[in-house]
């Protein structure tokens, strides 16, 4: 049974920094692309960022300079490590095994200005 599971979300003011975690098992994480996808209220569910396999990370242009993804496969882990954080960040975060049905159920971010 495959399970991600988020933490590491939090109210912060703008400016701010988090980290969130995505732990998986149930696949062989090491085979597969990761990545974070955001869902603000009213919004629909957008990607944040993505890391193949093989460590290449690509970030939406919202993130660039701000957010960073990285993958430690010894603990079958990704993160996301946001810094800069602004009132428009405020979401749930998401992982996802990249292209698969595997979701986690998110860790809120929220943002005060």
């Known amino acids: 049974q495959v399970q991600l ?6 109210l912060v003011q703008a400016g701010g920094s988090l980290r969130l975690s995505c732990a998986a098992s149930g696949i ?9 996808f955001r869902q603000g209220p009213g919004k629909q569910r957008e990607l944040v960022a993505v890391i ?17 993804i990285s993958r430690d ?3 079958n882990t990704v993160y996301l490590e946001l ?3 602004k009132p428009e960040d405020t ?7 990249f292209g698969s049905k595997y979701w ?3 860790t809120q971010v929220t943002v005060s200005s």
């Open 104 to 106: 986690g159920r998110g």
């Open 52 to 68: 193949s396999a093989g460590g290449v990370a690509n970030y939406a242009d919202f993130v660039k300079g701000r957010f960073t």
């Open 83 to 85: 810094n800069s954080l």
């Open 91 to 97: 979401a749930a975060y998401l992982c996802n095994a």
């Open 5 to 10: 599971v988020e933490s590491g979300g939090g």
């Open 73 to 75: 496969n010894a603990v």
């Open 28 to 36: 062989i994480f090491s085979r597969n692309g990761m990545a974070w």
